[in-house]
């Protein structure tokens, strides 16, 4: 082997020229059977290239196609296999450097998140604490007790970004983990109907729930984790779809599975945002605060319990926007969800 691919493709475009040439003057001087014989070794030389092609170039370019897509869906940190000294070995090299610093990138991004969430949880307990003690002072009356409730209302939703931003620490350093035992899926869906309840009608929603119509068998799961998806997409529906005043809830056994629907009729998810609203950080078009890793979160414990969760926008004239979660029946999951 030369040592890259301009010189080899180089050398190999004067051979065929050189070859070309030679039976060309064959030709010429009457020397019928040199110039076939050369024509004949043309034919050969350039069948030689393209499989030398096929190995030494378009094969490695398709391995280090997929390494790129393998890091692009967050294998950050694998490195690839040795190539030769060419310009497709340095090019991987590159791609390792990128991976490498990628993964740094990735771990003190999630060490900041952290080691920032673990701070705030403190201040911000005291912050609570000391709001809802000074609201029941009869002596805090008007525009200071609407203040000091505005200042308990920020700093709950301030407290519940922080627990979100320690969740998607926990998935990324590998300290997620599910306790598994088994549970009434119905039961868990309604406690968080009745937590949420009273919240969605003060802020004007109705809810409309519809329950199986026949038992559902206990499935294993993490109870506590489902009831967070639970509260996530109700907090969701109320938020996004407000504008409808109602949202629907339904859970029904299918084959093999339960199926939990929540449905708001707001104004839906843009097309062009919808295959992108479970990734960590991704806000879209929406002016709603928050981290952007809610939904991350959900679908990943969801995954976790072997179930699926998809979003998108509600068939119908009514519109506004539909999230499904199944999960299967009789599934065997360990601490970590596999």
Partial sequence: MFGNLRTQLLLSSIAALALLLMGTWASTHGLMSWATAIYIAVCVYV????????????????KLRDFAKRIATGSYGSKTEDFEPDEIGYLAEEINNISEKTALAEKTRTEFISQVSHELRTPLTAITGWAETIAYDPAVQGDSLRGIQIISKEAERLTNMVKELLEFTRIQDGRFNLQIELIDIAAELEDALFTYGELMKQGGMKVNYRGPKTEIPLIPGDSERLKQVFLNLLDNAMKHGGDGGRIDVDLKQEEGAVRIRVRDYGHGIPEAELPHVKEKFYKGSSKNRGTGIGLAVCDE?????????????????????????KLPIGAKLNATGK
């Fill in 301 to 325: 414990i969801v995954t976790r319990h072997g179930g699926t969760l998809e979003i998108g926008n509600a068939p119908g004239k009514e519109g506004g926007c539909q999230v499904t979660v």
């Fill in 47 to 62: 069948l030689a290239v393209n499989v030398w092609f096929w190995y030494c170039v378009a094969a490695p370019l398709d």
